[in-house]
């Protein structure tokens, strides 16, 4: 499945629509502004909240809490790890399931991990995504299993990965 993550042109709060290959719209998300700790929420087609991302500042290597759309029961993590340089990795741990993400400027890539501890099939990512250059706005573009990823995880994927470019 393809999903494109985009920003509007012009927008007081970083608006940004989830649409898949067909044009249909799966979700819509709306960053905070003025904010200490910036922050996403992503909402569904009926307007309603399902998931809230929350940088934490002061970590040495980066941190994202992830709750549901109440914003009170947090139902995940993504946390640093030491990195090669123009890269970030995290692991992200959710009841959604668990994986390694690594964070590029530009693209990214997440594995999913099976069994204990965090290994991982280096070969085979279950996500990919890649920002589209020469445009005005922000646009990336996910490309996931369906079967091993759920499309509001590659979403939150997405949105971080946009935080982290833009450093925000």
């Known amino acids: 499945m393809k999903l494109t993550i985009d920003q509007k042109f012009i927008s007081i709060g970083n608006k940004t629509a989830v649409v898949d ?81 690594i964070e590029g400027k530009w693209n990214s890539s997440a594995y999913a991990v099976t069994g204990a501890g965090w290994k991982f099939d280096k070969k085979h990512p279950v996500l990919k995504m890649h920002k589209k250059f020469f445009h005005i706005r922000d646009r990336f573009f996910v490309d996931f299993d369906e079967t091993k990823m759920d499309p509001a995880i590659a979403t939150i994927i997405g949105l971080v990965n946009d935080m982290i470019f833009h450093n925000k």
Not at 28 to 49: A, M, S, T, V, W
Not at 83 to 98: E, I, V
């Open 21 to 101: 290959e067909t044009g249909k719209q799966w979700f819509r998300c709306q960053g905070k502004l003025f904010r200490f700790n910036p922050n996403f929420c992503i909402y569904d087609l009926y307007e309603q909240p399902i998931f809230y991302i929350k940088k934490r500042y002061f970590r040495l290597l980066g941190r994202f809490d992830l709750y549901r759309g109440d914003r009170q029961s947090k139902f995940g993590t993504m946390k640093g790890r030491f990195h090669a340089p123009l890269t970030r990795r995290f692991r992200m741990d959710t009841d959604m399931g668990k994986y390694y993400v």
